[in-house]
């Protein structure tokens, strides 16, 4: 391993949201610099070999600590570990920042209205985000749509709403629709291109798709990121492409 590659961190705090899903804090170099959308590469050693993952960072670039948001990958390697985590325990941190989900990606149109889609663990990279005044000061709307699959799997509530609270006071109009698609009950249960043919989305949320004024960021599941694209494709919204175009993605595993 490079030691000019990674630097050690020490973990803070762990979080368990549900049997399979966990947030853990550690400190993070003053000279680790990086956007709201971005990913860090994290690793561990398992029986000697160091084994590195990406995670999307769920703290705002502006905060002294790294958070990140995981699943455990049942005999995954690295998170079937990753999941014993306690504070004091080491992770290495690669020293540069990776990814193209950022806000500053877009030129075109202007900053209006944000969709924020995401399903699972991709919810990470909007929390930061949105811990951002710069994103509560471009746009005019910004919603922010979670899909899970259970009640127990809709993790960081608690935290959107204290986000809400804390940077809508004076920005964007903002609204937090949950999915939940296993729930017969829940308000919104059905998947997000579903939501988005059926209008359903867009009802919930009293905003239109429009391709002069949205950006739509999707993030999770590569499956929902494909139905997604192609649903909203069918809106006539269009791929964000060298800063133009309405819609940018990251897959997740
Ligand atoms: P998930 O299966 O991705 O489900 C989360 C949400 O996405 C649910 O609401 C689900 O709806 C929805 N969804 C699934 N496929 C979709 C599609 N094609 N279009 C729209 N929505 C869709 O659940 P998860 O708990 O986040 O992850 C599940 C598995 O993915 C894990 O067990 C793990 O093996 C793998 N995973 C791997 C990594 C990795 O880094 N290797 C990371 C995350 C997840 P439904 O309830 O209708 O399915």
């Known amino acids: 391993m490079s030691e ?4 050690l961190e020490t973990v803070l705090s762990v979080k368990r949201w549900a ?7 550690m400190t993070r170099p003053s000279a680790f610099r990086f956007t709201a959308g971005q990913f860090a590469r994290i690793g561990i050693q398992v029986e000697g070999e160091l084994i590195v993952r990406a995670y999307s960072i769920v703290s705002s670039p502006f905060d002294e600590t790294l958070e990140f948001f995981s699943i455990v990958v049942p005999e995954g390697a690295f998170t079937s570990q990753l999941q014993y985590l306690k504070p004091g325990d080491q ?28 399903t699972g663990t991709g ?3 909007f929390i930061s985000m949105l811990q951002d005044f710069e994103t509560w000061q471009k746009y005019r709307h910004i919603v922010l749509a979670y899909s899970v699959r259970t009640q127990q799997e809709l993790a960081y509530v608690d935290r959107i709403n204290e986000i809400q609270n804390i940077f809508g ?22 998947r997000l291109p579903k939501l988005i043919e059926s209008g359903d989305l867009e009802q919930e949320a009293d905003l239109k798709f429009n391709v002069e004024s949205s950006h739509v960021m999707l993030c999770g599941n590569p499956q929902m990121v494909e139905d997604t694209k192609e649903a909203l494709k069918c809106r006539g919204l269009i791929m964000n492409r060298r800063g133009v175009g309405n819609i940018a993605v990251e897959n997740y595993w």
Not at 176 to 189: E, S, V
Request: glycine share 4%; proline share 9%.
């Open 169 to 190: 006071e004076n920005g964007a109009e903002f609204c937090f629709l949950p999915i939940i698609t296993r729930d017969p009950f829940a308000k919104l249960n059905h």
């Open 4 to 7: 000019e590659k990674y630097t």
């Open 123 to 125: 919810l990470a990279p």
């Open 19 to 25: 049997a399979n899903l966990f947030s853990f804090t």
């Open 91 to 118: 992770i290495y941190l690669e020293k540069i920042p990776y990814g193209f989900l950022t806000l500053a990606r877009y030129q075109e149109p202007a900053p209006h209205d944000l969709w924020l889609l995401a």
